[in-house]
C-alpha cells in the first residue's frame, strides 16, 4: 500500500478533493487515554485545548480508577493542525474522554473523514463506546494502542483486537502518544485506510 506522503494518484478522488480544503480527523477513545496529549505532539500549530483542573466536584463523577495522577481533563475538544504534504492538512479533532461529554461526540464526528480510537489497555472497555458510535455512523477507523509504561500485562495487537471484537479491515498500531514521530506514524496509517477505501470504493462505483 503506498504511503500517504507519497504523490497524490493522478486520478482525482473525493479523497483528494477534500484535501485541498483540508481533512478533518477526530482522536476519540476513554478517559485519559492521552487524545490531548497526541493532538499536542504531532500538531504544528499550538493547539488550542479545552482543559480544566479536576478538582473535588468531579469526585464520584469522574471514573479515575487506574489514572489517578491525572489533574486535568478535556471539557470540550482539543484542536490541532498537521500537514502530511503540501496539499493535505488534517485538522485534528480531539474528543472530551469523559461519558459526562460524550453527548458531544455525534456533533465533533459530523463531516470527519475519519477516526483514531486511542486505547489504554488498563481500561480497554472504555473505548467500546467510541467504537460502538463509528461503527453506527460508518466513519472509518484506526485503533491506535497507546502504551503506558504499566506494570499491567502487555496485550499483543491480535489479543487486543478479539478484546475489542474489531473486524480485521480495521488498522491497528502500536504508539506513543508523547511521541511526535509515533502520533504522526499513526496519522498515515489512518490517511493509508483512508486512501485504500476511496480507492476500493471508486472500483466498486
Ligand atoms: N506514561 C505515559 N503517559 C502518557 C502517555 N500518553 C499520555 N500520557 C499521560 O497520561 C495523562 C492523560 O493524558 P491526556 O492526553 O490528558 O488524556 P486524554 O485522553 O486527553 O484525557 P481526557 O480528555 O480527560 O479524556 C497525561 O498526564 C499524559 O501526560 C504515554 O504514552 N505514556
Ligand atoms: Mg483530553
Redo the contacts with the bound molecule.
Sequence with gaps: MGSATSELPAQRTPLADAAETGLKIVVV??????????V?SVSEIRPLNT?EVMTQAGQGVDETAG?E??T???VAF?FGRISLNQRMVLYLF?A???ERFWFLWDRLFSGTLGAIV?VDTRRMEDSWYAIDRLEHLKTPFVVAI????SDEPQFSLDEIRQALALKDHVPMVDC???VRSSGKEVLITLVDHLYALALSQEGTS
Excluded: M
Aim: charged share 30%.
Design positions: 477513545g476513554g478517559f485519559g487515554a492521552g487524545k490531548t496529549t497526541l499536542r482543559e489514572v495522577r491525572k486535568t481533563t478535556t482539543d480531539g472530551p474522554g469523559q486511542l497507546n502504551r503506558f509504561d506513543d502518544a508523547r
